[in-house]
């Protein structure tokens, strides 16, 4: 970087930064980017940005910087990744502060050593970081069982754009005070403050983790989706309809997880093979194969340019699962059943006319089924003519009175979030 803002960043962190490219509504840009080493580091290059009135994106892996809308401007990304450490680890109490920069998976290696865990497993989480996880409240194939990321998050240390910084909540479980601040900032992707720790309560590490998958007709498996769903003797931890996983292929299946102790879980199997008799083939998957199959298909955009995500009131999905299988412009799905969440790609990206009629027309869809679909990855070109997120109806005045009053600059990611926040 030279001259301006470069000069004064180089002088904060040192010289040798990148760049990379964003996504704006004037097209691909490519951008300044900062790797801060510390805290300290951060809070005066936001300190410089502020001053110059200069767009700061958040960032830690990556792996969501063209998430939501394109920005209206870009200037600078601010990358934490080498904030990476475990600030405090309290076994007994079952808590951790961790700086932003940690990967989700170097913290459950750590808390795993102590039988704990902190049950998330979003897309690529083998890199995913504690920031951007938080941030984007992102979640994977646990999430009707064991949650997202606002319902573990009891703590956090904030940034804010004009340097000065901030906490809400804090190490106690029990301690409410400011919890609804941190409910604020979780999934705000980076709109509001750049988060710099969070603290987390911690789980019991399950004994057993087993995964049964089942084959047949569409019909009959979204049916007996239904019913696993609804039955009181079977609680699967994941229950996810899934098309397309290799390479487009429309194979279909019905995969049913189990997550408990090794007793609880066999008797689970047990009473699932007991009620799945004749017109369905049925395989097995534990330990390493089985969280193979699950990292695929919470990862199920990593090959595609255009990923969707309809989320609709659990009992709504089977009707919409059926319009989005029946979809021939869709090429792989995986529907969490429990959670009502769908998340699919789209093929033939390089014709923008039809994956722009497509998404409004799943949009559409998602609506009348009393729900919503979200963009997360698309061509810009797409992203010009469709909103990432829709219409999200008398909240977004709020919301924007609270962006106003946290970053009346709007030098956070300016357009990325509803509404173009």
């Not at 699967?236 to 098309?243: A, H």
């Not at 199920?300 to 021939?328: F, M, N, Q, W």
Request: glycine share 10%; net charge neutral.
């Amino acid at each position: 970087m030279s001259g301006g803002i470069g000069q004064l960043l180089e002088s904060i962190v040192g010289p040798g930064t990148n760049e990379v490219r964003v996504q704006t509504t004037t097209g691909p840009q490519c951008v300044p980017l900062v790797s801060v080493a510390s805290l300290e580091e951060l809070i005066e290059c936001l300190k410089a940005c502020s001053a110059e009135k200069t767009v700061v994106i958040p960032a830690g892996a990556r792996t969501w910087l063209d998430c939501g809308n394109p920005l209206r401007r870009a200037g600078v990304v601010i990358s934490l990744e080498k904030l990476n450490r475990i600030v405090d680890y309290s076994p007994a109490d079952l808590t951790i502060i961790a700086e932003a920069g940690l990967v989700l998976d170097r913290l459950n290696e750590t808390v795993g050593a102590s039988r704990q865990w902190l049950p998330l497993d979003p897309p690529r989480r083998s890199i995913a970081t504690i920031g951007g996880v938080v941030s984007c409240n992102s979640s994977g194939t646990l999430r009707a069982s064991f949650g997202v990321p606002r319902d573990y998050v009891i703590g956090l240390r904030l940034a804010h754009v004009d340097g000065s910084t901030s906490k809400s909540g804090g190490r106690v479980v029990k301690n409410v005070a400011g919890y609804d601040m941190n409910k604020l900032y979780v999934g705000s992707f980076g709109t509001l403050a750049v988060v710099t720790h969070a603290i987390f309560k911690l789980r019991p590490l399950p004994d057993c983790d087993r995964t049964i998958l089942l084959r047949g007709n569409r019909n009959a498996l979204i049916e007996l989706a239904g019913e696993l769903s609804q039955t009181r003797e079977l609680r699967p931890s994941s229950l996810f309809m899934v098309s397309g996983l290799d390479d487009g292929s429309r194979d279909e299946l019905l995969a049913v997880r189990f997550v408990d102790d090794e007793a609880a879980v066999a008797e689970q199997v047990r009473r699932l093979l007991k009620k799945v008799t004749s017109g369905f083939e049925s395989e097995e998957r534990s330990s390493g194969a089985g969280h193979d199959f699950w990292r695929d298909i919470a990862e199920i955009d990593a090959r595609r340019s255009c990923a969707l995500k309809i989320s609709v009131p659990p009992a709504r999905l089977a009707e919409t699962l059926l319009k989005v299988l029946g979809a021939t412009s869709v090429n792989a799905v995986s529907a969490d059943v429990l959670a009502g969440i769908v998340r699919l790609t789209l093929g033939d990206v390089q014709d923008g006319a039809r994956v722009v009629e497509s998404i409004r027309a799943l949009r559409l869809s998602a609506e009348s089924a009393g729900g919503t679909l979200v963009v997360e990855q698309a061509p810009a070109e797409v992203k010009k003519l469709v909103d990432a997120w829709g219409e999200i109806g008398n909240s977004l005045h709020l919301m924007r009175q609270v962006k106003e009053r946290f970053d009346p600059e709007s030098l956070l990611n300016p357009g990325k979030f509803v509404g173009g926040i």
